[in-house]
């Protein structure tokens, strides 16, 4: 089945600076790729995705690349704030295969933004 | 935040005892999920249902229990099976089964067993 590998665990920056969380995946069939957000004490909230007929997607200071042959997808967060603070989870998911397009999440990135 | 609520947010169980978290959305999502979030292991698949009175196993099934009578109810019993169920449970829901659709995700219930 699917497995998806995110790095780094941890990641400090100062407010102003990028960040980049990189997510690697398993399986060659995986076709969709979403980034959910998860504030401290709240739930998860969807931030943005991306499908394999895309190489990038950009939403304001949030983008997002793909890289089929290499397996491997990332999240780029510019001119970081402070509210950027946040757990940021990767996910992968095979729309048509025997795993019935659930998603297999990476296990987090706690995002700290330094004013 | 509403749409998508779990109840209660904290819950505390001797061990040996079943526990059932609740979990009610009014978005007319026809897909329905449940999740255990644990410290540094990201999100796990416990169930997940595509349609009422349907559900399917997810990754980490063993100790758990779900129904779906009603579309807009998708209550998760941790039976004393369950090896380690101290953990928080994220429900979820979405326009419809499969990956492509935004999932919604309730506040959670920490669950405490001791």
């Known amino acids: 089945g699917e497995n998806v590998e995110q790095h780094p665990s941890t990641l400090s920056v100062q407010e102003g600076d990028s960040a980049v969380i990189k997510c690697t995946y398993s399986?060659?069939?995986?076709?969709?790729f979403p980034w959910y957000k998860q504030e401290l004490g709240k739930r998860p909230q969807l931030i943005i995705d991306?499908?394999?007929?895309?190489g990038e997607k950009k939403d304001q200071r949030i983008a997002v690349t793909l890289n089929k042959t290499a397996k491997h997808f990332s999240l780029h967060i510019t001119e970081t704030q402070p509210e950027d603070s946040a757990v940021y989870f990767c996910?992968?998911?095979?729309?048509?295969?025997?795993?019935?397009?659930?998603?297999?999440f990476g296990k987090g990135t706690k995002l700290s933004v330094k004013p | 935040d509403g749409g998508i609520t779990q109840s209660p947010k904290y819950l505390f169980r001797k061990e040996g005892q079943n526990v059932t978290l609740s979990c009610e959305q009014n978005?007319?999502?026809?897909?329905m999920y449940w999740y255990r979030q644990d410290p540094g292991q990201g999100l796990r698949l416990i169930y997940y249902?595509?349609?009422?009175?349907?559900?399917q196993k997810g990754d980490i099934a063993e100790g758990y229990s779900v129904s779906r009578e009603k579309k807009e109810s998708f209550p998760l019993t941790v039976t004393s099976a369950q090896k380690n169920p101290t953990a928080f449970y994220l429900c979820?829901?979405?326009?419809?089964?499969?990956?492509?659709?935004?999932?919604?995700f309730g506040p959670g219930t920490r669950l405490t067993v001791t």
């Open positions: 399986d060659s069939a995986s076709n969709y």
């Open positions: 249902s595509q349609i009422v009175n349907d559900f």
């Open positions: 991306i499908r394999s007929n895309v």
């Open positions: 978005l007319n999502h026809d897909a």
């Open positions: 979820a829901s979405s326009i419809s089964g499969g990956s492509f659709y935004e999932q919604y």
């Open positions: 996910a992968a998911s095979d729309e048509w295969g025997g795993s019935q397009g659930n998603l297999i």
